[in-house]
């Protein structure tokens, strides 16, 4: 215990305070913004995104019941005694019925990843609960033990902060107290 702390401003505590309390209302602000476009993203998961790729199969379902039966009466036609080759009405219908099961594949892969987001994203806000806990609690706790150490370092130095300082730090003491 015999070393001194050699402090030589009491205006660095007081900055590096402010430095802090600007940091972490930095990273409130960072944490609400990707905590609402997490919960965004969760909502089109859940709602738009498999609405949207419904709407698309049955749409392609459509198209692809049209394309059969234009097909299938292509293929009862007879022109002057012969049958007609069909050729572009069965790769229409072909096409169509290749879409049909792509879009079948989005549906699910929407069902997939709406539920592997999900868990991703309960992990991500356990995590940012925690460091917003980090935030509130140990931040704060550091915030107030620089507050005890600049009052302490004034009233031994005795000397204080010039009041623009203080209201730079954004400390809760008015000129008075000091």
């Not at 594949?105 to 868990?119: C, D, F, I, L, Q």
């Not at 994203?121 to 609960?129: H, P, T």
């Amino acid at each position: 215990m015999g070393e001194s702390a050699n402090i030589t401003s009491v205006e660095a505590i007081a900055n590096l305070q402010a430095g802090l309390r600007t940091q972490r209302d930095r990273a409130s602000q960072v944490l609400d913004t990707y905590k609402r476009e997490m919960h965004r993203v969760v909502q089109w998961f859940e709602g738009d995104l498999p609405l949207t790729w419904k709407q698309e199969l049955r749409r392609r379902y459509e198209q692809m019941s049209e394309s059969r039966t234009e097909y299938e009466n292509c293929k009862l036609r007879t022109v002057a005694g012969q049958r007609s080759s069909c050729f572009e009405e069965k790769k229409k219908y072909e096409r169509a019925k290749k879409r049909l099961q792509e879009g079948e594949r989005k549906v699910e892969n929407v069902k997939t990843w709406s539920r592997k987001y999900a868990e991703e994203a309960e992990e991500c806000r356990g995590r940012l609960g925690k460091f917003q806990g980090v935030l509130d609690n140990d931040l704060e706790k550091s915030l107030a033990l620089l507050e005890r150490t600049i009052q302490s370092l004034e009233k031994y130095l005795g000397q204080s902060v010039s009041p623009a300082d203080s209201e730079s730090t954004g400390s809760s003491r008015s000129a008075e107290e000091r």
